[in-house]
């Protein structure tokens, strides 16, 4: 088992910046890659970054492109998603997310563990 826990979310204004870190306990954090999903009511979970096990290959859906950052520390157990110039679509329950797989799944169902969701809301 895996267990992982978000923080950093939190309320900023369209412009501003996050970061959301996810720490994960229980196996060998660097057999794992790591997504970062998020979901807003009334909607399915989509996927915003993943990294790969070593941190060397990263994803990023096309709209987060250039403004998010997706790092990982295996020495601290930890992956991060650094957010800038946040826009108010952006808001939703963020989730991180690992896989025991060798590539980055895109699909939540791929994902085997998953954290409990820290909340980012941007104000206009």
């Known amino acids: 088992q895996v267990q992982l826990v978000e923080s950093g979310g939190g309320l900023v204004q369209a412009g501003g910046s996050l970061r959301l870190s996810c720490t994960a306990s229980?196996?060998?954090?660097?057999?794992?890659?790591m997504g970062w999903f998020r979901q807003v009511p009334g909607k399915e979970r989509e996927f915003v970054s993943g990294i790969s096990r070593g941190g060397a290959t990263t994803y990023y859906k096309d709209s987060v492109k250039d403004r998010f950052t997706i790092s990982r520390d295996n020495a601290k157990n930890t992956v991060y998603l650094q957010m800038n110039s946040l826009k108010p679509e952006d808001t939703a329950v963020y989730y991180c997310?690992?896989?025991?797989?060798?590539?980055?799944?895109?699909?939540?169902?791929?994902?085997?563990?998953w954290g409990q969701g820290t909340q980012v809301t941007v104000s206009s």
């Open positions: 997310a690992a896989d025991g797989s060798v590539v980055v799944p895109k699909t939540p169902r791929a994902y085997d563990y």
């Open positions: 229980g196996r060998t954090f660097s057999n794992y890659v």
